[in-house]
C-alpha cells in the first residue's frame, strides 16, 4: 500500500464532508474492539469496515496492521549508506493526535544511546546524531527493514515501519508513551523512559 497521492486525492477540511460520509475514526471501538489493547486484531476489522463500505472485494488486498511492502527493499538500496543496517532507529517526531506532548525524555534517551550505539533519529536532536529529516516517509519505512530495534512516539513515520520485514528482522520494538496495543512482536510499551534506557545499558554496546 502506497501512500495518498494529493494529485489524485484532495483532502478537504472536515467540516465540508457531504451528508452521506461514514465516521472511520480509529478511536471507536468496532464490534467492541478498541485500536487498544487488540491492536493487530484492529486494524484488520478497520480494513474490513472501509473495503465493505466501499463495496470493494478484498480480494488480492492486504488487511492487516503488518503489510508487504516490497518496493521499500528499493528505496533501501538506493539510501545513503549511513542510514544502511544502523542498530536504533527512534522515531522521535511530535505526533498531532495526544501520542507524545513532551518530547524532552525521547531526544534525551537518543543521545544517551547514541554514545553507544548506530542511531537514527527522525527529528533532530542536535549534531553528531544522524537524523532523518530530509528524507520521506517511504525512505524511513525502508530504513525499519534492517534496524535491530525501533523506538517510537507512535508518530506519522512508524506507519510504513508496519511492514514485514521489519517485523521479522526488528529484535524488540518499544512505545513512548504506553497507548499501542498488543502485538505479536517483541514490545515494550510504557511511560517509564528510563526502562528503555536501562534495557539497553544492559547489552552490549556496538561501538
Not at 39 to 66: A, C, D, M, R, T
Not at 132 to 143: N, R, V
Request: glycine share 6%; hydrophobic share 40%; net charge neutral.
Amino acid at each position: 500500500m502506497q501512500l495518498v497521492d494529493p494529485e489524485t486525492v484532495a483532502l478537504k477540511p472536515y467540516h465540508l464532508r457531504p451528508a452521506s460520509t461514514v465516521e472511520l475514526w480509529q478511536g471507536i471501538p468496532i464490534n467492541g474492539v478498541g485500536r487498544a489493547p487488540m491492536v493487530e486484531h484492529y486494524f484488520s476489522l478497520f480494513y474490513e469496515k472501509i473495503i465493505n463500505h466501499l463495496g470493494i472485494s478484498p480480494e488480492g488486498l492486504q488487511l492487516n496492521l503488518w503489510l508487504d511492502q516490497p518496493f521499500l527493499q528499493p528505496i533501501y538500496d538506493s539510501l545513503d549508506e549511513k542510514y544502511k543496517n544502523i542498530d536504533i532507529l527512534i522515531l522521535n517526531n511530535k505526533g498531532y493526535s495526544g501520542q507524545c506532548n513532551d518530547h524532552t525524555p525521547v531526544n534525551d534517551l537518543a543521545k544517551h544511546l547514541s554514545l553507544r550505539f548506530d542511531v537514527v533519529v527522525s527529528d533532530s536532536v542536535g549534531e553528531g546524531i544522524k537524523n532523518a529529516e530530509c528524507l520521506t516517509l517511504k525512505q524511513i519505512g525502508a530504513i525499519s527493514l534492517h534496524a535491530k530495534w525501533i523506538i517510537t512516539t507512535n508518530s506519522s513515520p512508524s506507519i510504513l515501519c508496519y511492514n514485514t520485514t521489519a517485523k521479522a528482522n526488528v529484535k524488540k520494538w518499544f512505545y513512548y508513551p504506553a497507548g499501542i496495543g498488543i502485538l505479536s512482536v517483541d514490545n515494550m510499551p510504557t511511560n517509564n523512559i528510563h526502562a528503555i534506557r536501562q534495557y539497553f545499558d544492559s547489552i552490549p554496546a556496538s561501538r
